[in-house]
């Protein structure tokens, strides 16, 4: 028999128990789609990640004083730094550290209430360095960034990002305007557009203040030259590696630490936590593709239910089928076609479900879903192999029944 | 239909040496067919009669090459049928035999003519030929004009009648009808067997299996078993 005779036989078979046919699909419709969904969803929740931690600084290195071992007595540094603003220029420098683009220090000042005549908002006070604006990837929507003459003057002068802003002056332009922090008046001398948010921070909600006016106005102390973060930026994501050896090597030598398991700090870098994310992701991704593989099963169980009890039902047709002229492979091939065509309308309606619900899913839930060809086209195969797998057992008992029996049968 | 007749002109459609039919079921040994022996030539018209048990429907499926013989040989127009497997012995059953049955076992979600088409499709003809073979057996039992008519909206003779075209479309050697009367009203009767009738006398060998003497009657020559064996086989005089 012919291979075009065999696909129009099974057509028929399928057309001909619409309701059945539909039924059975459906439970392979639902994996399917569960399956383009979830993929979806974790592809969609990377692609997210990756996309902020790049926009944020792709070729970022972060320095954190202490130790990174939590082993024996480095422990604890308590509330003493072991970066300084030194160590900062250090590796600004081009001779020393050639991979370097940009350092930023930063010294956290903690959450500050910002007063605007009568309004009050309580934000996030960052101290930092003129190059921050570059090396996070930043940009001015008004105004300028602080600069270095505003640093060496230990200027009250304050940066905005945009949330804030918003909140303090409303539509208001509050570049020229005038905050208080701890009574101290401050200048607001540029306003910072809008970069979302981190797992922890929000980053649109912040004041920056150059680095030696949150040493001694904001944060105060005895160490005022110590900063919390120093953001390193390589000169490109390819000299990443290279400059975190440099970074490593100038901060070893001026801490006088011989290895690096004695030293105190600790350099990460952005991929590390895209990775940990990605893993963190993947790892649900997983989980649900699972759930949508168990139902695929389902559905598989399904499909050699339903191709049981259609060989029982056809048996004086099989008995026919061989009869005319039918050998037990053509039979059986019949019955596979039919599973496979089950499996593959599942698969394909399965699929446009799947797809729909990735256009419409945005809509309701804050989750972006990214469809990928590759894996809509795994699912179409997974779906008729899932209809040839189940289908194997009901074709060969088709295929093993005597034409006498199957003819004599009612 | 004339000259359409495959078998080769000197060998008997069937030669049947001495053949026994054994079912073993359990403990249980039934001897069907004790040493059935029979010729039958191109172009014969036969009846098989007998009562029930008498080994009739064993007979029937032997020479439709559903089964195999338990001992003896079975020569299919001239070809030897008795060992063969169930492969071969599909595609002999596609090529030399065309069945007629009882119930017609047409497939109700088929047309006639896809109907007609069936055992043509197993012989892996083409699509076109197949259309056009189909059409003309259906014309030739006069359904013509029931080619997209599925097996429900025809009555019960026309459905016979698609029968025998489909028995008829692949040129086989051997027509084989099993009580093809059994399910039809008198009027049926008579249509379906004039068409037997008219296959006669186009040179088809057509073997009838019946248990009603009038339809024996249309016969030429026919042949009684009883027990698992033949008990009488007489030619009527033409």
New interface residues.
């Given amino acids: 028999?012919?291979w075009?005779?065999v696909l129009h036989n099974g057509w028929?078979?399928i057309?001909?128990h619409k309701l059945r046919s539909a039924l059975t699909s459906l439970g392979i419709l639902i994996g399917i789609a569960a399956v383009v969904l979830t993929v979806g969803l974790g592809q969609g929740a990377q692609k997210q990640v990756a996309d902020r931690l790049s926009a944020l600084g792709g070729n970022l290195l972060i320095v954190s004083p202490g130790s990174s071992t939590t082993s024996g007595v480095r422990g604890g540094f308590g509330s003493a730094s072991t970066l300084t603003t030194a160590d900062a220029s250090a590796l600004a420098s081009r001779t020393a550290a050639p991979d370097v683009a940009g350092v930023a220090p930063v010294l956290p000042g903690g959450d500050q209430s910002l007063v605007n005549g009568s309004t009050n908002w309580t934000t996030t006070v960052v101290g930092t360095s003129p190059s921050w604006l570059s090396v996070r990837g930043r940009h001015l929507s008004s105004g300028r960034f602080i600069t270095a003459a505003d640093d060496k003057a230990a200027a009250a002068v304050a940066m905005r990002a945009s949330e804030t802003a918003q909140e303090l002056f409303g539509p208001l332009d509050p570049v020229g305007q005038s905050v208080t922090i701890n009574s101290v008046p401050y200048e607001v001398v540029g306003v910072l557009t809008s970069a979302g948010s981190d797992s922890t921070t929000n980053l649109d909600d912040q004041a920056i203040v150059p680095l030696s006016t949150a040493a001694q106005r904001i944060v105060g102390g005895t160490s005022r030259t110590s900063v919390q973060t120093i953001y390193v930026k390589a000169s490109a994501p390819s000299r990443l590696g290279a400059a975190y050896q440099e970074t490593n090597a100038i901060l070893q030598y001026r801490h006088g630490v011989a290895s690096a398991a004695s030293a105190d700090f600790s350099i990460t870098t952005q991929q590390s936590v895209i990775s940990t994310t990605s893993s963190v992701n993947s790892t649900l991704t997983n989980l649900l593709i699972g759930v949508a593989a168990l139902s695929l099963i389902v559905g598989g169980i399904g499909v050699m239910n339903i191709m049981l009890v259609s060989v029982k039902e056809r048996t004086?047709?099989i008995g026919?089928?061989?009869?005319?002229?039918?050998?037990?492979?053509?039979i059986r091939r019949q019955f596979l076609c039919e599973a496979s065509m089950l499996g593959l309308t599942g698969g394909l309606l399965g699929v446009a479900t799947g797809v729909g619900g990735a256009i419409a899913l945005p809509h309701f839930v804050n989750n972006p879903v990214t469809l990928s060809v590759p894996w809509i086209l795994i699912a179409i195969v997974v779906a008729i192999a899932i209809g040839i797998g189940f289908g194997v057992y009901p074709a060969a008992r088709a295929a093993r029944l005597s034409?006498?029996d199957a003819?004599r049968s009612e | 239909m004339a000259g359409e007749v495959a078998a080769v002109a000197n060998e008997p459609v069937i030669e049947l040496t001495d053949v026994h039919k054994v079912y073993e079921m359990g403990t249980l040994r039934v001897e069907a067919l004790r040493g059935v022996s029979l010729r039958i030539e191109p172009g014969e018209y036969v009846a098989i009669m007998g009562p029930s048990g008498s080994g009739k429907s064993t007979l029937m499926h032997i020479l439709g090459c559903l089964d195999v013989p338990s001992e003896g040989r079975y020569l299919l127009a001239g070809e030897d049928v008795s060992f063969m497997d169930e492969v071969e012995l599909a595609e002999i059953r596609n090529q030399r035999i065309g069945f007629v049955f009882q119930q017609f076992n047409l497939l109700p979600s088929l047309t006639a003519l896809r109907n007609v088409e069936l055992p043509l499709s197993y012989a892996a003809v083409d699509r076109a030929t197949r259309h056009r073979r189909a059409r003309e057996a259906l014309a030739r039992v006069g359904l013509a004009d029931r080619l997209d008519h599925r097996p429900g909206e025809l009555s019960g003779g026309q459905q016979q009648r698609v029968a025998v075209a489909r028995a008829v479309a692949t040129d086989p050697a051997l027509i084989l009808a099993d009580e093809p009367t059994g399910n039809l009203d008198s009027a049926a009767t008579v249509e379906v067997l004039g068409l037997f009738d008219e296959l006669h006398r186009a040179g088809r060998t057509v073997v009838l299996i019946t248990h009603e003497a009038e339809v024996a009657a249309r016969a030429a020559r026919t042949i009684r078993l009883r027990d698992g064996a033949v008990v009488e086989d007489a030619v009527v005089a033409a």
Wanted: hydrophobic share 40%; no cysteine.
């Fill in positions: 028999m012919r075009g005779d028929d078979a057309r001909s004086r047709e026919l089928r061989k009869a005319l002229g039918g050998t037990p492979a053509v034409p006498i003819l």
